[in-house]
């Protein structure tokens, strides 16, 4: 074939494919600009999780009769004009790339209308088909853009598309980073219709995070402040009662974009250190305000890593304003090996992943889905962020299991189950109350350990990730290769995933944060990957509470776990779950 160039359509489409990656991704571009035009009110509202429609409102500039043909083109903005704009960006969006790409595979309404117009103008357009174009409309004075049927001319990337409550959550999610962004501006959140968030302007970021989180947690919030030569820090973090097992509750901006990173990370976790015990995350509300000459955020178009000119300053910063507003010297009395405590109870295939999260907690609060979209929602979204939390079983040292030891129970015979929920055993010289639902979910795990296969699936559409420097970055790929991924290295900054073990596509996860755990950690810990995922499914698959069981089932379970778990009967989140009363404490009781 001979060289040609590619037609206008075909690279919007291919555009497209890197900024509309779902409908979260969308909503930050549209909300993006309303902020850009100023607005002080902006309004959202999601259909299926927006993707059926999600409309944005606000209040901004509008735009220029004059302008609305060029507003769709491809690298039409009106944000930069010369070179020099490039290095002072004081707007989120400058690439003029947004509108076009999401009207390729989408269609797209655009209301708008200046404060001086008379009249205000609409505009659609589906896929490359403009549809109406100069429409007068009443309309107030701001923008309104609405995207309906998304990625309906392409299919395979609908099907990438997760559940609705999955996609609300991203963009709730989204929705929540941009309210306490902006908590001097009012933010609206509907969902199918219904207003779940209506939030009004506040003073201060605590009274924003406590209008959206409620009251309860206030006692426990610290206001952070902290000022030096090229660094401003404003925020709230949680005093060490506030502990949490996943990063969901600490949330970093700067210069009011939320970012992610590892050196604010580190001067954060190193700082609550002593105060909370690793696999354990604080909450923190973080915005640093940085003279935008000293840092480069514009290194992804998602916008999430952020470049420092100066790391060591920042570093000094976060870590001693988090060490003041802690108050140094006061620390939390914390006991080395509490399972009661660490362990979150997994008594139900839904409890668990998102014990004590206050964002999880709103979501339970404010979703009518039934318990098993809920866990999909909570599994995917916490997905590698409880990682560290879930692999519970290897919190135990060689001493540990010495002591939380198997049951010896010898010869055993079955006495009948209590409640539907605890099965009686009576062995050679004790009685054991053990946990069904507990016992079958500890054994589904082994045995999915030993059987699950890795093999590779090809994904539809390779994921493209920007990563920073790591070390033994092509060793890390090579290895993940054995483990049934297909990775290319791009080059030290960017990598494709073309394949992921199938186990990632029946049980998905998400890949940012896989990656971010299997390729940040200082050695790749792929084993502990895998036994938290089978723990998932494990405690998704097994007999429940509450389920009644014949003597055969029970004799069944009792056998399968004296077989099959190889050293102690804790579920894999480390809980024990049986209670042995030896025979010589119940004669005691009885005096004999
Ligand atoms: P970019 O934001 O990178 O300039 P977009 O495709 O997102 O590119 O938007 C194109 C242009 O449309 C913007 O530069 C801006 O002039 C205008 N625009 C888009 N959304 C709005 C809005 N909500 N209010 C005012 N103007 C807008
Ligand atoms: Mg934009």
């Known amino acids: 074939m001979a060289i040609h160039k590619l037609p206008d359509y075909l690279i919007n489409r291919l555009k497209a494919g890197e900024i509309v990656e779902r409908p979260s991704s969308i909503l930050k571009e549209l909300v993006e600009n309303s902020l850009d035009a100023g607005a002080t009110r902006i309004e959202i509202s999601l259909h299926d999780g927006g993707k059926s429609s999600l409309s944005v409102q606000d209040n901004g500039s509008g735009i220029e009769l004059a302008d609305m043909d060029l507003v769709l083109e491809r690298y039409a903005t009106s944000k930069i004009e010369t070179d020099e704009d490039l290095y002072k960006i004081a707007s989120y969006g400058f690439r003029g790339e947004a509108l076009a790409s999401i009207a390729e595979v989408s269609k797209l309404t655009l209301l708008t209308k200046t404060a001086y117009a008379q009249i205000g103008t609409k ?97 426990n919030l610290k206001n952070l402040k902290k000022t030096t030569g090229q660094l401003q820090i ?12 996943s990063r969901e509750n600490i949330r970093i901006y700067v210069n009011g974009r939320p970012v992610q990173d590892k050196i604010i990370m580190k001067a954060l976790m190193d700082a609550y250190r002593r105060q909370i015990k690793p696999g354990e995350y604080p909450f923190v509300v973080l915005d640093l305000q940085v003279n935008p000459q000293m840092v480069d955020v514009n290194v992804h178009p998602a916008k999430l890593n952020v470049k420092f000119a100066n790391p060591q300053e920042v570093f000094e910063a976060v870590h001693s304003a988090v060490l003041e507003a802690l108050g140094q010297g006061r620390i939390a009395n914390i006991s080395s090996f509490r399972p009661s405590e660490t362990v979150e109870e997994c008594s139900t295939a839904t409890s668990t992943a998102h014990a004590g999260s206050f964002t999880q907690e709103f979501w339970h609060r404010h979703t009518e889905h039934s318990e098993e979209s809920l866990f999909t929602a909570g599994h995917f979204h916490s997905g590698g962020q409880t990682i560290n939390s879930m692999f519970s079983l290897h919190d135990f040292t060689d001493a540990d299991r010495k002591n939380l030891y198997h049951p010896e129970i010898g010869d055993y015979q079955i006495i009948g189950q209590l409640r539907n929920t605890y099965i009686i055993v009576q062995g050679q010289d004790a009685l054991y109350y053990i946990d069904q639902h507990a016992l079958a979910e500890r054994i589904a795990f082994e045995s999915m350990k030993k059987t699950e296969k890795l093999t590779p699936e090809t994904l539809l559409q390779p994921l493209k990730f920007e990563i920073s420097l790591i070390a033994d970055l092509s060793k890390k790929i090579e290895e993940l290769n054995a483990l049934g991924f297909e990775i290319a290295m791009l080059s030290e900054r960017t990598i494709v995933i073309y394949a992921v073990p199938s186990i990632f596509v029946t049980y998905p996860i998400d890949m940012q944060t896989l990656l971010n755990y299997v390729l940040y950690q200082q050695t790749l810990n792929f084993d502990l990957l895998m036994e938290w995922v089978y723990a998932s499914k494990a405690c998704k698959t097994s007999i429940k509470a509450g389920h009644k069981l014949s003597v ?31 025979k010589t404490e119940i004669d005691k009781l009885f005096d004999r």
């Open 234 to 245: 404003n925020g709230m973090i949680g005093d060490a009662n506030l502990r949490f097992r």
């Open 123 to 219: 505009l659609v357009k589906k896929g490359w088909e403009t549809v109406m174009t100069h429409q007068p409309v009443s309309f107030e004075h701001g923008t309104f853009v609405s995207v309906e049927d998304l990625f309906f001319n392409v299919p395979a990337r609908l099907k990438f598309l997760k559940s609705s409550q999955t996609e609300f959550f991203y963009c709730y999610n989204y929705f929540i980073d941009i309210a306490i962004q902006h908590y001097d501006k009012a933010r609206t959140l509907k969902k199918q219709d219904k207003v779940i968030l209506q939030l009004e302007p506040v003073d201060s970021v605590t009274e924003r995070i406590v209008a959206i989180f409620k009251q309860d947690r206030r006692k």
């Open 552 to 582: 055969p089932q029970m004799e069944q379970l009792v056998s399968d776990g004296l077989e099959k778990i190889p050293w102690l009967f804790v579920c894999q989140h480390g809980r024990p779950f049986f209670w042995k009363i030896e």
